[in-house]
């Protein structure tokens, strides 16, 4: 079953997708130049927001963990797309070397884990998982609950090259994203890593992020003729804050204020009626932690020490002092009566398939990335990329094509992103 919105509030949102939807072969000859120019991110996912007013992406993931949820009708896809990706850096590419995050106890993960390496196999390469686990001092097999295995071998590093045990891979692929540093056995390699150390959350911001997606999505709504606020949220930064001794209070409150003034004014000037919120969340790191909606600046200066807790701290125990104030965009999305978000997948340049992301006990103000939290594989209607000029901007195709606009704008801006770090 495919969500479809439950509000009337669609009619800008219907307008840009009937412009998105006309001008394809200008959008797809646009992506096309651009991807001559850049070097996409070797695998994504990007978490979209549908307001019925606005669609617009919130968060850019380089290490994407959720490839068991895509449909499996789109594996073959999978597969092409990563037969591109790895031959692009190692021609001759036949050894890749997989390394995950440390979740041994986090099944879906796992499933996660197990779906790139058959994507991998399947693509023509052998393939083995080296785990960072200290406790991992010989290969493990891991039984899965969905009735596959999964088998990890302690990493071997010889000289400049990492490997495992009788196997010196060509490729290395990071599953794992680095939130913590680079650990000392992933320096200086001379094996191709995909993605680079600087795709990891010690070194990225999602400020800098969105400040290229803002620039890509200038150019974009530029060639289509539309006003880029509607595929691109406001957002500041807050540097330096302190939730456990409470410093940057002022600073905080001061951008949430900025940010919502900004998006009041946008919603007078379309005839939007909701509230507007922005999100506060760390602006580095992922696995929904360190977040909060915010309707108004006072909510940010009168947290509680269980509210500083959460926020305080993200993934690997990582102290939180850069935040992202970013504009809230409603969800008004559903799966049979849950607010409901679409996840896109991409490796290199191409969507292979998305699913929603569903949560029962969220609001459409909320984040959806939680506990609680389960997933709808959807077949995206010709892998993302052709709408059908039959259908009406909001049927299934046609809507599919929008999210993968949207989504490889927000990929092209991680490949900006990317370059700027390395320059």
Same mark, same amino acid.
């Given at each position: 079953?495919?969500?479809?919105?439950?509000?009337?509030?669609?009619?800008?949102?219907?307008?840009?997708?009937?412009?998105?939807?006309?001008?394809?072969?200008?959008?797809?000859?646009?992506?096309?130049?651009?991807?001559?120019?850049?070097?996409?991110?070797?695998?994504?996912? @990007?978490?979209?927001?549908?307001?019925?007013?606005?669609?617009?992406? #919130?968060?850019?993931?380089?290490?994407?963990?959720?490839?068991?949820?895509?449909?499996?009708?789109?594996?073959?896809?999978?597969?092409?797309?990563?037969?591109?990706?790895?031959?692009?850096?190692?021609?001759?590419?036949?050894?890749?070397?997989?390394?995950?995050?440390?979740?041994?106890?986090? /099944?879906?993960?796992? %499933?996660? #884990?197990?779906?790139?390496? $058959?994507?991998?196999?399947?693509?023509?390469?052998?393939?083995?998982?080296?785990?960072?686990?200290?406790?991992?001092?010989?290969?493990?097999?891991?039984?899965?609950?969905? !009735?596959?295995?999964?088998?990890? *071998?302690?990493?071997?590093?010889? !000289? =400049?090259?990492?490997?495992?045990?009788?196997?010196?891979?060509?490729?290395?692929?990071?599953?794992?994203?680095?939130?913590?540093?680079?650990?000392?056995?992933?320096?200086?390699?001379? /094996?191709?890593?995909?993605?680079?150390?600087?795709?990891?959350?010690?070194?990225?911001?999602?400020?800098?992020?969105?400040?290229?997606?803002?620039?890509?999505?200038?150019?974009?709504?530029?060639?289509? !003729?539309?006003?880029?606020?509607?595929? &691109?949220?406001?957002?500041?930064?807050?540097?330096?804050?302190?939730? %456990?001794?409470?410093?940057?209070?002022?600073c905080l409150a001061a951008k949430v204020d900025g940010?919502?003034?900004?998006?009041?004014?946008?919603?007078?000037?379309? !005839?939007? +009626?909701?509230?507007?919120?922005?999100?506060?969340?760390?602006?580095?790191?992922?696995?929904?932690?360190?977040?909060?909606?915010? +309707?108004?600046?006072?909510?940010?200066?009168?947290?509680?020490?269980? %509210?500083?807790? +959460?926020?305080?701290? @993200? +993934?690997?125990?990582?102290?939180?002092?850069?935040?992202?104030? /970013?504009?809230?965009?409603? $969800?008004?999305?559903?799966? =049979?009566?849950?607010?409901?978000?679409?996840?896109?997948?991409?490796? &290199?340049?191409?969507?292979?398939?998305?699913?929603?992301?569903?949560?029962?006990?969220?609001?459409?103000?909320?984040?959806?990335?939680?506990?609680?939290?389960?997933? *709808?594989?959807?077949?995206?209607?010709?892998?993302? $990329?052709?709408?059908?000029?039959?259908? *009406?901007?909001?049927?299934?195709?046609?809507?599919?094509?929008?999210?993968?606009?949207?989504?490889?704008?927000?990929?092209?801006?991680?490949?900006? *992103?990317?370059?700027?770090?390395?320059?």
């Amino acid at each position: 079953m495919v969500p479809h919105l439950t509000t009337a509030l669609k009619g800008p949102l219907l307008e840009l997708e009937q412009r998105i939807i006309t001008a394809q072969p200008t959008i797809e000859h646009w992506f096309r130049t651009q991807w001559l120019e850049r070097t996409p991110p070797f695998y994504s996912s @990007v978490d979209l927001r549908n307001s019925g007013f606005k669609l617009a992406p #919130v968060d850019t993931n380089l290490f994407p963990g959720g490839f068991n949820n895509l449909n499996p009708d789109f594996l073959p896809l999978c597969v092409l797309a990563m037969q591109s990706a790895v031959e692009k850096f190692c021609p001759e590419a036949r050894g890749v070397l997989l390394i995950p995050e440390n979740h041994t106890r986090n /099944q879906f993960y796992l %499933q996660n #884990v197990a779906q790139i390496v $058959t994507i991998l196999k399947q693509a023509g390469m052998r393939v083995r998982v080296g785990s960072l686990l200290p406790e991992i001092t010989q290969a493990t097999t891991l039984a899965l609950t969905n !009735g596959n295995s999964l088998t990890l *071998e302690p990493l071997v590093r010889i !000289g =400049n090259r990492l490997g495992v045990a009788d196997f010196d891979p060509c490729v290395i692929v990071l599953n794992n994203d680095l939130s913590a540093g680079v650990p000392d056995i992933l320096k200086n390699l001379e /094996q191709t890593l995909l993605p680079p150390h600087g795709a990891g959350w010690h070194a990225r911001r999602k400020s800098k992020h969105f400040d290229a997606y803002s620039r890509v999505s200038q150019q974009f709504a530029e060639l289509i !003729g539309i006003d880029s606020w509607l595929i &691109d949220p406001y957002f500041d930064v807050c540097n330096q804050i302190n939730f %456990q001794e409470r410093v940057g209070e002022d600073c905080l409150a001061a951008k949430v204020d900025g940010v919502l003034q900004k998006i009041r004014e946008k919603y007078a000037e379309y !005839g939007v +009626k909701q509230d507007p919120f922005v999100i506060v969340k760390a602006d580095a790191g992922t696995y929904g932690m360190g977040i909060m909606t915010v +309707k108004d600046a006072s909510e940010v200066r009168d947290l509680n020490r269980k %509210q500083r807790n +959460k926020m305080s701290v @993200v +993934k690997e125990g990582v102290q939180v002092s850069d935040v992202l104030v /970013q504009e809230g965009v409603y $969800t008004f999305e559903d799966l =049979n009566g849950a607010v409901a978000e679409p996840v896109v997948y991409m490796i &290199d340049r191409h969507v292979v398939g998305g699913f929603y992301r569903v949560h029962t006990d969220r609001g459409i103000d909320e984040n959806l990335n939680a506990p609680g939290m389960r997933f *709808e594989p959807l077949a995206f209607e010709a892998c993302c $990329t052709l709408p059908n000029p039959s259908c *009406e901007p909001d049927d299934t195709p046609n809507r599919f094509y929008a999210y993968g606009v949207v989504a490889r704008l927000a990929m092209l801006a991680a490949s900006l *992103e990317l370059e700027e770090m390395a320059a």
